[in-house]
């Protein structure tokens, strides 16, 4: 629907508003944050906005954050009804062989034993099981082989644009004992650019957001009081009582191999914000890969984003809180209405952007008369247009088609019904000699 912008002269276009929250004074740059990774980046897990990236195109190693898109995958299986939790699982002898390998992260599972898709998927987020996430590509899709056609297409899906799917869990296909799935080679590795994890990470977060329930536990018991009892850990070391805890950390996945190095994506809320980071390949100071470094860098990270950046609230109440807004009605029984917007909208910016902030009302065409009143009848409730904040800063999203100018409904907060014939020809004639003195 396209939209008018009302002229000046009514009272609450153009003006900018003022903040609700105070800001701190800032430094917004790169030079601010110091990582030494082969890519990096750090996103705003509402609106997928990037807030810090380096290298984020370049596609790389992922390791076992492959396990992300199986996780996606699994949950959305059984959010369609294909697959349940309840659902058991009995074991390949690919399965028994890869979950038991020496060298490779796993939680053993045995020759022919059942295990329920609750049981493989704790085993997979938690102690990043490779047998438990090649077990439930087996479910979802039958083989592996097709798992990973379905990771792809998956990817493609979500608007990923460099990456490529070789397995199900994050092990490079040389490790895996020459069962590797069909048509992928013995070479190929999972590689993903720094940005398309954040969108998985994204999706993974806002279409099954229960993902965080597994992924923020520190440690789980698989198949408590049966031989096969095993304290799982977790190898997020943001979590509470890891050492690099994190104040709000709850996901998401750590990866470790030699091609990919030492791999993470992490996500941590405080204050009802989120943010979402990724570290590829994180190197210590001799610039050798650092499983320590993943963390210490996501930490940094995850600082600059809640120390440099402020929560402003824009709401039409913060120009003047002891009057109305309301715009003129010519034609109706009451000749102006007051507006509303449902809630503030909230913008994470940094000092320096909020003084670019630019605001304005845009009000439906469909709506307004020529000098951009309204026209009445106007029903309690109406959308009439939108208040649209614009930072004037040239942001860059996850998703390319992402606008920089915010929005945020304005309705009618009371009805307006038209004025009678008489009215409007009295209101006219007062007007026609109003202007003649």
Do not use: C
């Not at 979950?99 to 609750?118: H, I, K, M």
């Not at 009143?373 to 800063?393: C, F, H, N, R, Y």
Request: net charge negative; glycine share 8%.
């Amino acid at each position: 629907m396209e939209k008018k912008t009302v002229k000046q002269s009514l009272a609450v276009l153009m003006i900018s508003f003022m903040a609700m929250t105070p800001f701190q004074q800032t430094a917004h740059g790169k030079s601010t944050v110091e990582i030494n990774a082969d890519a990096a980046i750090l996103v705003e897990a509402d609106t997928g906005k990037i807030v810090y990236s380096e290298h984020e195109d370049k596609a790389l190693g992922i390791a076992s954050m492959t396990k992300m898109m199986t996780e996606y995958l699994v949950l959305e299986a059984i959010e369609k009804g294909k697959i349940t939790w309840d659902q058991t699982y009995k074991v390949s002898d690919k399965v028994y062989q890869l979950a038991n390998a020496p060298g490779l992260s796993n939680v053993p599972l045995r020759a022919g034993e059942e295990y329920t898709v609750r049981e493989l998927y704790d085993a997979m987020v938690i102690k990043s099981g490779n047998g438990a996430a090649i077990a439930l590509s087996e479910v979802v899709a039958g083989s592996e082989g097709e798992f990973v056609k379905m990771m792809n297409a998956k990817g493609k899906e979500l608007g990923f644009e460099h990456y490529q799917f070789v397995n199900s869990s994050g092990l490079s296909n040389y490790d895996m004992l020459g069962m590797y799935p069909e048509g992928t080679d013995v070479n190929d590795e999972n590689v993903v650019s720094a940005e398309d994890m954040a969108t998985l990470a994204y999706y993974l977060l806002h279409d099954f957001p229960e993902v965080l329930e597994t992924s923020s536990l520190t440690s789980k018991v698989f198949r408590p009081g049966t031989s096969e009892e095993l304290v799982m850990k977790n190898t997020n070391g943001l979590l509470k009582g890891k050492s690099y805890h994190y104040k709000g950390a709850d996901g998401l996945k750590t990866g470790t191999t030699p091609f990919a190095g030492s791999t993470f994506t992490g996500t941590a809320k405080r204050n009802g914000v989120r943010y979402i980071t990724v570290i590829l390949d994180a190197k210590d100071e001799y610039g050798q890969p650092s499983s320590a470094e993943r963390f210490i860098q996501a930490r940094e990270l995850l600082d600059y984003g809640f120390d440099e950046f402020k929560t402003v609230n824009y709401d039409l109440d913060s120009i003047e809180k002891k009057k109305k807004h309301t715009i003129p009605v010519p034609n109706g029984k009451e000749q102006e209405v007051t507006i509303k917007v449902d809630k503030p909208l909230s913008i994470r910016l940094t000092d320096e952007e909020k003084d670019k902030v630019k605001t304005k009302l845009n009000l439906d065409e469909k709506k307004v008369n020529e000098d951009g009143s309204l026209i009445a009848p106007i029903e309690k409730g109406e959308k009439i247009g939108e208040m649209v904040i614009d930072t004037k800063e040239k942001e860059e999203y996850i998703f390319d088609n992402k606008s920089s100018a915010y929005k945020v409904d304005v309705y009618a907060a009371e009805s307006v019904k038209k004025a009678s014939w008489i009215v409007r020809s009295a209101r006219g004639i007062q007007d026609f000699f109003g202007n003649l003195f």
